[in-house]
């Protein structure tokens, strides 16, 4: 339910996330959990506690940009720069060390560094001619920071290169072709007159008649682009 919430209403995907903690909060997904949720209401000291404790269960680093930017939003930009520093970047995903990046960046413009916060952008995967999952929140970040710098011409760029990317990826995805898709949940009774609630997910026909598949997650695993390939990026159009 939390899942389900955090977008649309992370007041009540917060509470969700409570309710579980005090059921199960030895576990690992579920301390993360309330500290996601946390972060999304602005509860940031409650998400440096969980996220912490999540590390200590789990022993993952793989929420450490999450730490950076509460630090930051206790006012703690200097302790943020302290935790980032302190994990070699090498053991993480690249969509983690990508996330930190811009969370490092954020740190040093709240510290007024800003020709620091554009250093810590500068990594290989900011690359404007081929769009990862990562790379409309990076290109984003990296605009943004040109911006305080007063490079409006290089920031527009950027933006623009970030908009071609979340337009490419959507498409490599095939975003613009979803179908929508009906959820029906049918009652079944037991031989002993029980009753259960099984959900099935039902795909609408498209035009051709043939069903529309279920779509998954967008997101693209480790270093890996959508399907596999990278998406390159031409001029205004994004091609596979």
């Known amino acids: 339910m ?30 993360e959990t309330v500290a996601i949720t946390a972060y999304a209401v602005g509860d940031f000291a409650l998400a440096l506690r969980e996220l912490r404790t999540h590390r200590r269960i789990t022993g993952s680093d ?44 954020g740190a040093r413009l709240d510290l007024g560094q800003t020709d620091r916060a554009l250093q810590e952008l500068e990594i290989p995967e900011a690359d404007p001619d081929r769009a990862f999952e990562w790379s409309p929140a990076l290109f984003s970040a ?18 623009r290169r970030a908009e071609i990317a979340a ?5 490599a995805a095939g975003v613009a072709d979803r179908e929508v898709i009906v959820v029906e949940e049918i009652e079944l009774i037991d031989d002993e007159g029980g009753v259960d609630v099984a959900s099935g997910v039902i795909p609408l026909e498209d035009a051709d008649g043939e069903s529309a598949g279920s779509a998954g997650d ?5 270093d890996e682009p959508v399907d596999g390939a990278d998406v390159e990026l031409n001029g205004e159009e994004g091609e596979r």
């Open 2 to 31: 939390a899942a389900r919430l955090i977008d649309e209403d992370p007041a009540r995907a917060h509470q969700h996330a409570l309710a579980a903690s005090r059921s199960a909060g030895r576990v690992g997904v579920v301390r």
């Open 62 to 105: 793989e929420q450490l940009p999450l730490i950076v930017d509460s630090e930051r939003g206790v006012g703690r930009p200097d302790r943020a720069l302290e935790e980032g520093r302190a994990v070699d970047r090498s053991t993480l995903s690249v969509p983690v060390r990508v996330q930190l990046a811009i969370a490092m960046s």
């Open 142 to 159: 990296r605009a943004a920071v040109l911006e305080e710098l007063g490079r409006a011409d290089e920031a527009a760029e950027w933006e």
């Open 167 to 171: 337009d490419a990826l959507d498409a």
């Open 218 to 222: 967008e997101g693209v695993a480790g």
